[in-house]
């Protein structure tokens, strides 16, 4: 496939600080060696939330000093020292404004975990590949075109150099998603997946977040800069990464893409308003607002478009505080021939996942078969009880509903897996790269008609 590099904007100048120095100690490949760069991100910790005997137990840290890196710190010692399988992390830390640089010339690990600011989050990867290291990366990548045109030619470099660059996708790891594609591969419970419309989509992915929520058991303090969406992305950016991940990985299971597959045929931004008393609460700092007034954060997205001609629509919705007792929540349909399948995660599941299975018509049977027979190998102890609604429920058992943070290591050991086999599986780069490109060109729709 062919695609147009708008070319590097200049490098990334550096001033340096006062620091604590490491040692510097080149690694080798025997054994995956983790630079943490600039860890803005909760997510830059929860990947430590477990220990892998295929990852050295030190993690070299560079960053620049101040209340992120501080947090970033907190979270890992909370992990060593909880009572409960502590974990047993040793941390190198430099902190100096030429973080990059010194990653870079120091280069005491192989492989680079980044999490935080978006806007500058490609340049950390491109420079990381050009230097010849491995890249595990929070999503989103990238949150514009241009730096969608950077990504592809960092993906360009890292097949030359043979390095992987791979984005965190933990909700393909979460059971009703796992089981909705499960059953959307078997002809005769599923069929073949409908056409669909812009008015009526064949696949729909939806979402609810907060931002202000419990992360470990404590209050997430957000910085300050996630509620510029110049430096964190909009809402089509964003979280949008992980659910059009799903439409890919569901429609077509470990089958290359490609950009020309996809076809964006709307896409708008909305906004969620903080009031002064909200953005102190979330983020601990004053509101750099008038107290009387309100924060327009245009974190919430919608697309529709088409995948190899097949009707897909996205949406993220932000609140600031989710009711008590409950938590972020996902909607999921998939249209089929001979069923529907969809997940909902409302009051009447009690905020947790739940997988329904609509039939269209006379398969029952078939469908039993596949939950108690065909998938009980892979997914031992499912099972299947009628509604009132005249749907099915896939009961599953509360084993497998083991939480987003747990997510972060089933993620981390695939990457493992691909590191220890040299090379990730060949649907996964073009899987990539088609998403980026469809978040990024939604973006781009919405900028214009914003216009």
Known sequence: MKYTYLGLVGALLFFSCD????????????????????????????????????????????????????????????????????????????????????????????VMVVAGKNDRKIDYISAAIENGIHVYADKPLVIDR??????????????????????????RFEITTMLQRELSMIPEVFGTIEKGSLEDPAI????????FKYVSGKPLVRPEWFFDTQIEGSGLVDVTT????????????????DTTDVAMLKAELLSTSLDAAQYEKVT??????????????????LMNYTLKGIHAKVSVLWNFEAPEGTADTHYSKMRGTKANL???????????????????????????????????????????????????????????????????????????????????????????ITKYYTTTQAFQMAQANSQ
């Open 146 to 171: 241009s730096g969608f045109q950077k990504l592809v030619k960092a993906f360009g470099t890292a097949e030359e150099q043979d390095l992987l660059l791979f984005d965190i996708m933990t909700e």
């Open 242 to 257: 992980h659910l059009v991940d799903l439409i890919q990985w569901e429609l077509f299971p470990e089958q290359k893409l």
């Open 19 to 110: 620091s604590s120095e490491m040692k510097e100690t080149k690694a080798d490949d025997s054994q995956l060696k983790i630079m943490t760069l600039d860890p803005g991100h909760f997510h830059a910790g929860l990947i430590h939330k477990s220990m892998y005997p295929q990852v050295d137990s030190t993690i070299h840290v560079f960053a620049p000093d101040g209340e992120e890196l501080k947090e970033y710190l907190t979270r890992i010692e909370g992990y060593n020292t909880r009572s409960e399988d502590p974990t047993s992390w040793d941390l190198e830390i430099y902190k100096g404004q030429d973080y990059l640089q010194k990653m870079i010339d120091q280069k005491p690990g192989n």
């Open 204 to 211: 729909s992915k939806e979402s609810v977040h907060h931002f």
């Open 284 to 301: 601990g700092k004053k509101a750099p607002f008038d107290p009387n007034g309100q924060l327009d954060v245009p974190a919430n997205g």
């Open 342 to 432: 969809i997940i909902r995660q409302g009051a009447e599941e009690n905020y947790r996942p739940a997988l329904y299975v609509e039939l269209l018509g006379e398969n029952q049977g078939d469908l039993e078969q596949a939950i108690t027979q065909t998938l009980q190998d892979k997914y031992p102890g499912i099972a299947l009880e009628k509604k009132e609604s005249g749907e099915y429920e896939v009961l599953i058992p509360d084993h497998y509903h083991n939480g987003h943070e747990a997510h972060f290591a089933q993620v981390t050991e695939q990457f493992l897996n691909y590191y220890e086999q040299k090379k990730m599986a060949d649907w996964e780069v073009p899987f990539m």
